[in-house]
Every structure is written in structure tokens, then in C-alpha cells.
């Protein structure tokens, strides 16, 4: 492996929000979905470029960075995207939320498939709309839809469905079969399909394929907002940048108008680092998933070996979804960070308590000290 992805940096003095948030006591980040990695050297070697000219005026989308990300999309996936299909924003996160205001009339509801990423929550509240949460099943550790409840649930007033895949927390990669249950659905009911696919260059599971939802069949096409972005992947969620991807040309015309005066202006440099990572950053994007492969096999192993713990995934990304419910903790987010000093997300921010959510996106030797500590913290426990 050419790059070193074991190197230990230190990102306090840089007001890192994963690393302030436990900088008093002796706690290790492991919560927010950002990795402890330095990004691409191609990716600051083209912002000191940028840089070094000096100025940083008011900056047009580089047609050159639509271009290589569409170029991406086709090699990892085979979807096709056209050019003008793309809205360049700045997050995926304001991509959620100009979608509910897109999609959905006030009086209008989402469907939520919890446990989710918060935002998913937030955005029809921010919205002012509304949203009904159904629950994604835990089959063996791997969470999956429980397509009988969603019929159950649906009415009239639901017209968007949120897709999180790969999923945040579960880090489940949905399969065809999957898609397709869900397609079948909202085409009856005529309902468009939000789907965050922030995750998917980030696949760990050898026999998993990322299949972009709306590149099933055409009403898909033409009822969906893809949202996709370099901001995972190569470890720049300090320049927030991504994709909404409108094959349909008037929810498109809705979405942009819903951005304008309130949705920034992408930042000039986060458009540089991210034509970097699409056109330069391959090989560092291969050896990124050899290591996160290896630290998910150490988390897996050693999480599945202590007693009321127990651990599947994910199929893709750097975030572990820690089942609970047998440690007979009732609150064990503060077990982790208390006892055993090592600062997981809780799962209740995703909808569900009994779980906690650990960030493996960092150097082996941190992750095996707070295996060391979990590992303690549970064998002390009375
Ligand atoms: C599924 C998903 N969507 C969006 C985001 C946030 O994206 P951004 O920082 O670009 O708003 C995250 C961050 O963890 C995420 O997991």
C-alpha cells in the first residue's frame, strides 16, 4: 500500500468538531462521520495551487468537474447521467432539505425509514412538513426494509420517500431486489424518491454493488433526487460540496429555484479539491478501502467477542452500528464514553437507544486502543 493511512495527526488546533467535543476528558472521537486520514496529496496539492493565484472571487461550476463526475458515476456504477441533470450544492444535508420543500406541499408528509441519519428527521421539520418514520427490520445485523409496514403506513399525504443507501447508521448496501420493492411502491402511489448516495464510493463487501435507485427504470428516472459527493470519501467535509442529480426537468426547474437566495454559493476551493478527487485520487481511493476492509475485520472480531455486543457490517463506509440491546445497559452511549472513555455517537440521535454508532475511519493503532478500553470497560463491568 502506497499510502499511510496509519499516520496520527493531530486535528484540535484546527477546532475539529470531532475532536473538541471530548477534548476535556480522555475520551477517543469516534462519533461524527468524518476520518482521522489526511486527504489525496493530490487534493492539496491542487488547493495550494489555487491558492498561491490569490484571489477567490465569485467562481462558476468548472464544467471539467461535471464532466469527471459523471465519468466516475459510469465507471462505478455503469448509470449514465446527463450533464444538465446536475445541481452542484454545498452539502448533502441542504440537498435533503431543498428536497422536502421541492417535493412537498405544506400539509404534505415523508416517509422516514428509521434509524437514520438525523438530518433525514430534521429536514421536513425545518421544512415545515411532515414526515412518518417506519422502521428498518435488523435482520442479523443488517438493517432492511419491512416492506409490509411501509404498505401499512402509506396515505395520500405521503409524496417523498427518503432513501439512505448505502445506510446511515446500518451501512446496509440495498441490493436490486431491495430497490425494485421500493420502486414498485412509490410508483403506485406516486411518490419521488429522495435518495442520499453520499456513501457509495465507500463499498467494503466484495459481493455488494452500489445501484443508483434512479437508475432502475424510468419512473425512477424521472421521479427521484440523487444526491451524491466527494465529501466521504476523500475526507473533505470541511468544503461541503455535492450533487443533486434531477433527470426530470421541472422538479429540477423547483429544486433550483427552492436554493436561490438562500442555498450559498459553493466555496471556489471546495470545487478545486473536488475535481482533485475525482480526477487524481484513485489509487489513494483503492488503498483507503483496503484499510478501512482490514479495521472493520479487527472491529468486527473484537466487538463480536464481548459479551452483549454484537456487530455485522457495515457493507459500506466507516461506521459501525453497534447492536446493544443484550448488554442489559440501559443507557449504553454513556457506557462507552464514561467507562470506557471512547466517544461513540448514541443511537438515539438515529432513532434508536439500544445502539451506538463508532467511526472505525481512523489509524489501526487508535482503533485498537479503544477496542483495548471497550474491551476492559466490559470485562469490569459488575
Ligand atoms: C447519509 C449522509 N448524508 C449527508 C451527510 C452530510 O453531508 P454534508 O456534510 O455534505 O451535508 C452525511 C454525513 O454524515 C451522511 O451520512
Known sequence: MKHNFDLIVSRKETHSTKWLKFSEQDVIPMWIADMDFVCPSEITSSISER???GIFGYTNTPSSLTDIFIKRVKENTDWTINKDWIVWIPGGVVGLNVACKTVLAPGEMAMVPSPIYAPFSEAPENMERGFVKTHLQDNQGRLEFDVEAIKTLLTEDIKMFFLCNPQNPGGTVFNQDEIEEIS????????????DEIHSDLILDDDVKHIPYASLNS???ENSITI??????????GFPIA??????QTLRQDFIRNTKGIVAHIDSIAFVAAEAAYSDAKEWHSDLITYLKSNKELLLERINNIAGLSLRG????FLAWIDCSNSGLENPSEFFIK????????GAWFGDKNYVRLNFGCPRSILEEAL???EKAFSQRN
Not at 414498485?184 to 424518491?193: H, K, R
Open 372 to 374: 483495548d478500553r471497550i
Open 243 to 248: 450533487t443533486a442529480i434531477i433527470p426530470n
Open 219 to 221: 419512473y425512477n428516472k
Open 339 to 346: 467507562e470506557a472513555k471512547v466517544g461513540v455517537y448514541d
Open 314 to 317: 457495515p457493507e459500506a463506509g
Open 184 to 195: 414498485v411502491i412509490c410508483e403506485q402511489m406516486g411518490i419521488i424518491v429522495c435518495s
Open 51 to 53: 491558492v498561491d493565484q
Open 228 to 237: 451524491m459527493g466527494p465529501c466521504k470519501t476523500f475526507n473533505i467535509a
